[in-house]
């Protein structure tokens, strides 16, 4: 997953290819096909369209290991996702 910084804020981020639901501390929140995932420092993830991230947003070119960020982002999903049916 490619990195990307809000001055001067960095999160990690990944483009949605289908739509997703997320529960944020704000409620439940729907993300749709092009629209990014963000993961903030604190680990919490959120979607935000794609017309607002890429103004607000620019890429890090840094050396990170792209397949060990999908992984990571993939797990908080799925731990997201499983606190969300057990309630």
Known sequence: MARYRSKPVVVEAVKISRTITIE???GTVKGYPG???ITDANGEQYPCNSAKFEKSYERIKDGMDVKSLI???LRKVKRKSKEVFQK
């Open 24 to 26: 944020t501390s704000e």
């Open 35 to 37: 629209d990014y995932l």
């Open 71 to 73: 992984i990571r982002s």
